[in-house]
């Protein structure tokens, strides 16, 4: 059964930095373009960066582009996202998955970003 565990998530104060990691389970990663999403309070869930089968290619939401980097290590079935200079509407519940998503949602890391 395929399964997406997110981590790294934590509260940080505005212009500071994380990591966050998803490793999945149930299928290998290397077949698949995967992305990140988030979904704040109140707002629809949003694909806001992601990267191609190999990792040679990668896209970014306008909101997190030059702040933001996705990457992917197919030999530990896990993908990354580095978070620099976080803003408050940053603050979400950041998820991956396949990209175009499938139905399996892991629970998600939270960040918020507040002074």
């Known amino acids: 059964q395929l399964q997406f565990v997110e981590s790294g998530g934590g509260l940080v104060q505005p212009g500071g930095s994380l990591r966050l990691s998803c490793v999945a389970s149930?299928?290998?990663?290397?077949?698949?373009?995967v992305g990140w999403f988030r979904q704040a309070p109140g707002k629809e869930r949003e694909l806001i960066a992601g990267?191609?089968?190999?990792?040679?290619?990668?896209d970014y939401a306008g909101s997190v582009k030059g702040r933001f980097t996705i990457s992917r290590d197919d030999s530990k079935n896990t993908v990354y996202l580095q978070m620099n200079n976080l803003k408050p509407e940053d603050t979400a519940t950041y998820f991956c998955?396949?990209?175009?998503?499938?139905?399996?949602w892991g629970q998600g890391t939270q960040v918020t970003v507040s002074s």
């Open positions: 990267i191609g089968i190999g990792g040679q290619t990668s």
């Open positions: 149930g299928s290998t990663l290397d077949h698949y373009a």
């Open positions: 998955n396949f990209s175009p998503p499938t139905t399996s």
